[in-house]
């Protein structure tokens, strides 16, 4: 991931914004709800480190298995972009959290479905264009077996997870208190879903 400014520069401002805001920020934050309530807590100084800390890790894994991939040069522009969308999400989910340090008042339920949702609308268009690789994408024993299977496959579940998106956005503004776990199940109901097709088209290739 060579010259990926962009990256740097989304983990710079994720955690300059933390910097910057800690001396008004209450001195516990929350880092993860339940149910639409705060359930944990950290001290500030590890709250603003907390989201940073993930991009750096995840940047380093991303470069990491891409160097194990043999379309490294074909996905390397796809894969930026993909971390980029990803990275600007998590910048999001800092100022979030920030927000709340800060003791305004939000809707806790919005928050999580909307980001969810536009998650998995970011994630879903690109899938059609990916080469097999280990890093993004639908990888299964199938997919990456046969590029014929993976590019079937993935364009499947490129619709699929843009579906799933879009009605985990429909539904956070229904059931704003419930979404995480009807977000779940639309997940794990469409990673199935994928799963089986990839399979089934792999079956079918190798018949014909």
């Known amino acids: 991931m060579k010259n990926n400014y962009?990256?740097?520069?989304?983990?710079?401002l994720t955690l300059a914004v933390g910097v910057i805001a800690y001396p008004q920020l209450s001195e516990q934050l929350p880092i993860h709800w339940s149910n639409a309530q705060a359930d944990t807590f950290v001290h500030k100084s590890?709250?603003?480190?907390?989201?940073?800390?993930?991009m750096v890790l995840s940047y380093a894994f991303i470069s990491l298995g891409l160097k194990f991939t043999e379309n490294e040069t074909k996905n390397l522009s796809l894969v930026n972009k993909v971390t980029n969308y990803t990275f600007a999400v998590l910048?999001?989910?800092?100022?979030?959290?920030?927000?709340?340090?800060?003791?305004m008042e939000l809707n806790i339920g919005h928050i999580q479905g909307g980001l969810l949702g536009i998650v998995c609308i970011?994630?879903?268009?690109?899938?059609?264009k990916a080469k097999p690789n280990l890093i993004y994408g639908l990888r299964t024993p199938w997919t990456l077996k046969d590029e014929r299977v993976w590019k079937k496959s993935n364009r499947f579940s490129a619709k699929l997870l843009m579906a799933v998106g879009i009605l985990i956005l429909i539904f956070t503004f229904i059931f704003p208190n419930e979404i995480i776990t009807i977000s779940l199940l639309l997940i794990v109901v469409g990673m199935a879903v994928a799963i089986w097709h990839s399979y089934y088209v792999y079956k079918k290739i190798k018949e014909s």
């Open 6 to 12: 962009v990256t740097w520069i989304l983990i710079v």
């Open 46 to 54: 590890v709250a603003i480190l907390t989201i940073p800390a993930l």
């Open 91 to 103: 910048l999001v989910v800092q100022l979030f959290i920030l927000a709340f340090g800060l003791g």
């Open 122 to 128: 970011i994630l879903a268009n690109p899938m059609q």
